[in-house]
């Protein structure tokens, strides 16, 4: 079955660092999406991306984090010098529509420490 | 008042009953409505997806909506250990991308 894939699996980095989150979407799929949770509490939405441009994007997605698919695989997210509260799981999901609610496959996130 | 409240939980029953897990939502605007299971540090993985109004049924699971309540519910009939995770609801506009989720209900079957 086909899976979005995350990597690393765990990235601890020092505040005010940058970080690069990876993913890898399903290969058909059209639109992608990271999410974050941070520890205890619900799966927020960040950003939504389609036919390279942000779609959407949450109130928490400011000037600190930026988006890119800088090839035909690959669906970064880059994280501008990182704060203690950005501490949380980070995933990306994708899927073949938008206005479906079904189809978004989610990756197994990426845990990021920021010490 | 939040757009989608879930119960924390945690909820423990034993093996074989059955399970009601529920959410309220304040946005009427939501036409999509899902339940995703989470186990631990594991992305969310949908179980249930319904449309509007109304029911579906896969194997053991049971997704019911009812907009003109602004409810949704997810029951689980002959529940396992391996039925053991957190559930989130999660909901979706019609022309929204973003999806709108439950803080999870952690969920405990007794074997």
């Known amino acids: 079955e086909p899976e979005v894939t995350q990597t690393p699996s765990h990235q601890v980095t020092q505040m005010g660092q940058e970080v690069i989150l990876r993913c890898v979407p399903i290969?058909?799929?059209?639109?992608f999406y990271w999410y974050r949770q941070i520890l205890g509490q619900k799966v927020e939405f960040l950003v939504s991306f389609y036919n390279n441009e942000i779609s959407e994007k949450s109130e928490i997605f400011d000037d600190q984090f930026s988006v890119e698919r800088p090839d035909g695989s690959n669906f970064t997210l880059k994280i501008r010098s990182t704060k203690l509260e950005d501490s949380a799981m980070y995933f990306c999901?994708?899927?073949?529509?938008?206005?479906?609610?079904?189809?978004?496959?989610f990756g197994s996130g990426t845990r990021l420490t920021v010490v | 008042q939040k757009e989608v409240e879930q119960d924390p939980g945690p909820l423990s029953v034993p093996e074989g009953a059955i399970v009601s897990l529920n959410c309220t939502y304040s946005n009427s605007a939501f036409q999509y409505f899902m339940w995703y299971r989470q186990y631990s540090r594991k992305g969310p993985e949908l179980l249930m997806y319904t449309y509007s109004s109304g029911n579906k049924e896969d194997g053991r699971f049971t997704a019911q909506v009812d907009k003109s309540s602004k409810y949704i519910s997810l029951f689980i009939r002959d529940s396992q250990p391996s039925d053991s995770a957190t559930y989130l609801c999660?909901?979706?506009?019609?022309?929204?991308?973003?999806?709108?989720f439950g803080s999870g209900t952690r969920l405990s079957i007794r074997p």
């Open positions: 999901a994708s899927s073949e529509a938008a206005d479906r609610g079904y189809g978004y496959t």
């Open positions: 999660a909901m979706k506009g019609a022309s929204a991308s973003k999806i709108i």
């Open positions: 290969s058909n799929h059209l639109y």
